[in-house]
């Protein structure tokens, strides 16, 4: 099977004890893939060490889709206050580590950060070459929304196997992170409802979304 085209860069999520995200993508690449380390996973501790992964996954020619997993508000991401990496250094990176225009979505496994603000700040901003933008725009219980994500990854997985098999009438990376948001949002209502799941893009120099 081929590589999954997922990247998962994850910091610490307690001073004492850790959770992580990595074995629930491990579980989606051994579905889909048949292979349970056919993704790339990343840890990062501040900016530095977060500029340094995404300009390796930036040139990996694999990773379509970025997994930014750690804490967030309206402002800033990152492990905690003393490493706190606000949302203009985050798109500075991500834009000289895209040049290439090979990752195509950002998808912020973080509190209060997928909102319609932060989207455009990301996506109208054309030196970052993503094509979508999906998170939460509210404060999000560990569990729920590793649940939600991975149902998400498990249904953009899907398509993407499915597409690479297809000779004629393949699918945008747009169009696929589109219809497994879809998808999600039709098993899990509550993804929107409670935490504000939405997703984003920006066409015809306008920003749209699933929900308004």
């Known amino acids: 099977m081929s590589a999954c085209p997922f990247s998962v860069v994850e910091s610490r999520w307690w001073s004492k ?8 993508f491990e579980a989606v690449a051994a579905i889909h ?10 840890m990062f501790a501040d900016r530095s060490s ?5 300009k390796m996954r930036g040139q990996d020619a694999q990773t379509q889709v970025l997994y930014l997993a750690t804490h967030g508000d309206a402002k800033n991401i990152g492990p905690n206050a003393t490493n706190a990496i606000s949302r203009t250094e985050v798109r500075n990176i991500l834009s000289f580590a895209n040049k290439a225009s090979q990752i195509k979505g950002l998808y912020l ?3 209060l950060t997928g909102n319609a603000a932060v989207a455009k700040f990301f996506l109208e901003n054309t030196s970052t070459k993503l094509e979508w933008l999906a998170g939460y725009r509210d404060s999000v219980d560990w569990i729920d929304g590793s649940a939600i994500d991975m149902i998400f990854f498990s ?4 398509l993407y196997v499915a597409n690479k098999s297809k000779k004629k009438g393949k699918l945008s990376p747009r ?6 948001a879809s998808a999600l949002v039709k098993l899990v209502p509550g993804a929107h409802s409670t935490y504000g799941f939405n997703i984003y ?5 306008k920003l749209t979304s699933m929900f308004s």
């Open 175 to 180: 169009k696929m992170a589109h219809e497994a």
């Open 109 to 111: 496994g973080t509190c």
């Open 201 to 205: 893009f920006h066409e015809n120099k």
């Open 17 to 24: 004890g850790n959770h992580s995200v990595r074995a629930l």
């Open 33 to 42: 893939y048949n292979n349970p380390t056919c993704f790339y996973y990343d």
């Open 155 to 158: 249904k953009l997985a899907e």
């Open 50 to 54: 977060l500029s340094t992964v995404l």
